[in-house]
């Protein structure tokens, strides 16, 4: 069967594993969970309450890190940098939605200005809620291990990161945030957990391109990774199990780019901010699968044109 991609209608009608749900807009991954309660806003809302700490990263306190929520004036990829934490596909939607929404984040954000932040999130209902923090982050004496910027400082990242953590302590739906979905964390900023996926072989590299132009250009977070690990894409490699946030290229030959949240990539230096810029080269592209996800409330903000993603300097 021949299939066109003329429409960002023809890229959902031929997708699959799509996460709607008929009881909760938040998608399927939100079905029939805790209902907040009036003492769960409270709690939420008091900045000193902390979540717990991540088994998956037992060697993480809680500590104080300067917080620098915009270091490059408006959001950026570059200020979304994993370290220890094994997160990356929440990191990929972050990245994904300082690309596109920049102006969504800052409206998400309240700096109280006494090292506390609170911010707009949705709970298992599709309801609003608000969730304070403190500037405490996990780390050790050596460094931050939670998502950081570039220079170790904690981020807007940093902030949204760790209101992820308060929310499950409540929710309980990803109460270690390790290998937490993208699909499970976009709706919680942004109201909407519908999604739907293309795996690794299904499109031709050039139908690729098209499915990611035509869902970028429609606001969508486009985000993916590849099932085979150290493939070289120019000097940087491919690395599997990890979450890519999908971008325009400033290489007019490539496909796409692909941002690994880690902020560099194997083989680099990382002043190409982990970018990817895949090539239509036979060997990359059919590895790679992509989650899409609706935008919901951040839809209205999306910076256009959607254009190439330069990495600043730092």
């Known amino acids: ?20 749900s008929a009881s909760t807009p938040m998608g399927n991954h939100y079905e029939n969970k805790h209902v907040t309660t009036d003492a769960d806003r409270v709690w939420l809302s008091t900045a000193s309450n902390e979540p717990a700490l991540l088994p998956s990263a037992a060697s993480y306190t ?12 408006d959001p950026v990829p570059a200020d979304v940098n994993q370290h ?11 990245a994904s939605m300082a690309y ?14 006494d090292g506390t932040f609170v911010v707009d999130m949705y709970d298992p209902q ?3 809620v608000e969730v304070a923090i403190t500037s405490l982050f996990l780390g050790t004496a050596s460094g931050i291990g939670a998502a950081s910027g570039k220079v170790g400082e904690a981020t807007w990242a940093t902030v949204l990161e760790k209101a992820i953590m308060k929310w499950n302590y409540i929710y309980q739906v990803n109460p270690d945030i390790w290998g937490i979905g993208s699909e499970h964390v976009a709706p919680l900023f942004t ?12 499109l031709i590299p050039s139908d690729m391109k098209k499915v990611a132009s035509l869902s970028l250009d429609n606001g969508m977070i486009v985000i993916g990774g590849f ?15 990890h979450a890519y946030s999908f971008m325009y290229s400033t290489d007019s030959n490539a496909l796409f780019s692909m941002r690994n ?8 230096d990382g002043k190409e901010d982990g970018i990817l810029n895949i090539a239509d080269d036979g060997v990359v592209p059919p590895t790679i699968d992509m989650r899409i996800i609706y935008p919901g409330a951040a839809a209205k903000y999306l910076k256009t044109p959607v254009a190439p993603y330069v990495p600043p300097v730092w």
Not at 84 to 91: E, H, M, P, Q, V
Not at 261 to 268: F, K, L, N, R
């Open 62 to 73: 809680w500590r104080n890190y300067p917080v620098n929520l915009y270091p490059f004036g």
């Open 191 to 202: 109201g909407e957990g519908n999604s739907f996926a293309y795996y690794p072989g299904t």
């Open 100 to 113: 596109l929404f920049p102006d969504f984040i800052k409206s998400i954000i309240t700096d109280n200005g």
């Open 261 to 268: 949240p880690w902020g560099y990539s194997p083989g680099t």
């Open 1 to 20: 069967v021949v299939v066109s991609f003329d429409s960002f209608e023809d890229v959902v009608a031929n997708a699959t594993h799509f996460t709607a």
């Open 126 to 128: 599709g309801d609003p």
């Open 84 to 94: 220890g934490i094994g997160d990356c596909s929440a990191l990929a939607v972050f």
């Open 227 to 241: 099932n085979i690990g150290g493939l070289y894409v120019g000097s940087g490699q491919t690395v599997t199990a």
